[in-house]
Structures are given as structure tokens and as C-alpha cells.
């Protein structure tokens, strides 16, 4: 079986192809849910989700959110904003390598920084502030022989086709439904 960057090529074009012809198959809802525990601390469980309508059964992960001592909380994890920053460079590592692996692209290394500031007033309600990042910088570093114009390509399709790139770039519907018990 052929692998690039530790994927079944194979396996991932038939995906692809799958995908294309079937777009039931392509269809997921993925759940979470999260208890506040205390404080600022919470605890979020990701477990079973639904692939073209079928529910999947799958390991329950757990994690830990809180927040920094210098904002009351007791750091037992990151906090929400952290684990978006985190969440978006899991999503483009996994886009990337995708879409590497794809085109015949071996990655040797890969790692992302993120860096966000945010102004806390606008989560006190503080003045005309926003209450999360005005912008996100990341700097994506990529180790390959391929050529430099062949990755600046791969980047501009990651661009277009990571899905938490795309949510944080576009405005998305969050709907909040109110359960008073």
C-alpha cells in the first residue's frame, strides 16, 4: 500500500471519490457538550458522531478548560480562546496533509504558531470593545524538498478548504437555545 505523509493514498482518493459521486457520504454532524464544573473551570466530552446519517460510535475524549490564574481561574487547562487557536492548527495541519497527499506531496515537517490578543474590557461589556480577537496571526512552517511555488499553491487551496479556516473567516449562524431547568 502506498503511503504519503503516513496516509493510504489509495484510501484517501477513494474518499474523494466517494464523496463526489455520494454526497450522503460526505455528510457529518459532529456534538460536544460542556459542564461548567466550578468557577471558570469546565469540562468538555466529544464522543460519537454521525457520518451520513448513521450514528458512529466512537472513544469519548475530555477537555479541560480554564483559565489563568491572573483571570481567576485555577489553569487546570487551556482556556476557550487557546483552544480555538489549537483547534484551527489541528484543522490546517490535517488540511494540509490531506491535500499533500493528494498532489504527491511529502511533508518532512510541519508545525503552526498562532498568536491572538484580545482586549478584556469587551468581555466585561467595557466600552465600544470587541469581546474576542480582532485578528489571528499564524505562521505555518512547512519542511519539504517539493518546490516553493508547489507549497504556495498546496497554501492557497488550504486556504480554501479547511473547514475551521473557512468558520472563522466567514460569519457562521451560532444559534443558542435557552433550557431554563
Not at 519542511?143 to 478548504?161: C, N, Y
Request: charged share 30%; hydrophobic share 35%.
Amino acid at each position: 500500500m502506498d503511503e504519503v505523509n503516513g496516509l493510504p493514498t489509495q484510501e484517501l482518493n477513494s474518499l474523494v471519490k466517494e464523496a463526489e459521486q455520494n454526497p450522503e457520504a460526505a455528510s457529518f454532524t459532529f456534538r460536544s457538550v460542556t459542564e461548567w464544573t466550578g468557577g471558570f473551570s469546565n469540562l468538555t466530552r466529544i464522543g460519537e458522531f454521525e457520518h451520513a446519517g448513521e450514528t458512529v460510535d466512537s472513544p469519548q475524549f475530555e477537555i479541560v478548560g480554564d483559565e489563568p490564574e491572573e483571570l481567576l481561574g485555577d489553569r487546570e487547562g487551556p482556556n476557550a480562546v487557546e483552544l480555538l487557536l489549537g483547534a484551527i492548527g489541528s484543522c490546517l495541519s490535517v488540511t494540509y496533509a490531506g491535500h499533500a497527499t493528494a498532489k504527491g506531496i511529502e511533508i518532512d515537517d510541519m508545525e503552526f504558531e498562532f498568536e491572538g490578543a484580545l482586549d478584556l474590557r469587551g468581555f466585561f461589556g467595557l466600552g465600544d470593545v470587541r469581546a474576542g480577537y480582532d485578528e489571528i496571526d499564524c505562521t505555518a512552517h512547512i519542511e519539504t524538498e517539493a518546490p516553493d511555488e508547489a507549497i504556495e499553491e498546496l497554501h492557497e487551496e488550504v486556504r480554501q478548504t479547511s473547514p475551521l479556516y473557512d468558520n472563522v473567516t466567514n460569519q457562521v449562524d451560532l444559534n443558542i437555545n435557552l433550557e431554563i431547568e
